[in-house]
Antibody
């Protein structure tokens, strides 16, 4: 059974940093791309960042480019999102999702429940 | 950057009726289009990928069609558990995961 469990969310002041983690199990982690998607309170889904299965290719939405870094440790079956210079508009539930292929250009077939990030003073 | 536009924003449907949801891409995404269902407090669930292929375990009342820039999700006979928000997502062009803004299917 595929399981994705996010952690690391919380309350942080504007300009602060957080690192989110997503522990994966139930599939060959290094064979599949992984993605972070966020959802602000009462809003729709927003794609944030993706990484290919081997980790060589990374992609970011423009609003987080230069502030967020996606990475993965295939030996630990874990996906990360390092978030720096956080802003109020980054407040959202952040979910990790598994791609159906090694390429980031693939649909997301399993999702975690998400971790809440609140940016506020 | 590709923009995905869904319509309508809200769709009011009676149980047992057909629901038709639309998704338009600002440029061609070929057939690289997925549909997701999200219920309150739950993670999204993949319904359709490749514009028309049902994901594992998805009942046949859900069907997808279209290619290029125009796509449709049809729910042939709405069940109580189908009232939810539906999102389309393209994964053909950069950036690799643009979502539409969602269509809420509510009980009429």
């Amino acid at each position: 059974e595929v399981q994705l469990l996010e952690s690391g969310g919380g309350l942080v002041q504007p300009g602060g940093s957080l690192r989110l983690s997503c522990a994966a199990s139930g599939f060959n982690f290094n064979d599949y791309a992984m993605t972070w998607v966020r959802q602000a309170p009462g809003k729709g889904l927003e794609w944030v960042s993706s990484i290919s299965g081997g980790g060589a290719s990374t992609y970011y939405t423009d609003s987080v480019k230069g502030r967020f870094t996606i990475s993965r440790d295939n030996s630990k079956n874990t996906l990360y999102l390092q978030m720096n210079s956080l802003r109020g508009e980054d407040t959202a539930v952040y979910s990790c999702a598994k791609g159906s292929e090694g390429s980031a250009y693939s649909p997301l077939d399993y999702w975690g429940q998400g971790t809440l990030v609140t940016v506020s003073s | 950057e590709i923009v995905m536009t869904q319509s309508p924003v809200t769709l009011s449907v009676s149980p047992g009726e057909r629901a038709t949801l639309s998704c338009r891409a600002s440029q061609s995404v070929s057939s690289s289009l997925g549909w997701y269902q999200q219920k309150p407090g739950q993670a999204p669930r993949l319904l359709i990928y490749g514009a028309s292929t049902r994901a594992t375990g998805i009942p046949p009342r859900f069907s997808g069609s279209g290619s290029g820039t125009e796509f449709t999700l049809t729910i042939s006979s709405l069940q109580s558990e189908d009232f939810a928000v539906y999102y389309c997502q393209q994964y053909n062009n950069w950036p690799p995961g643009t979502f539409g803004q969602g269509t809420k299917v509510e009980i009429k």
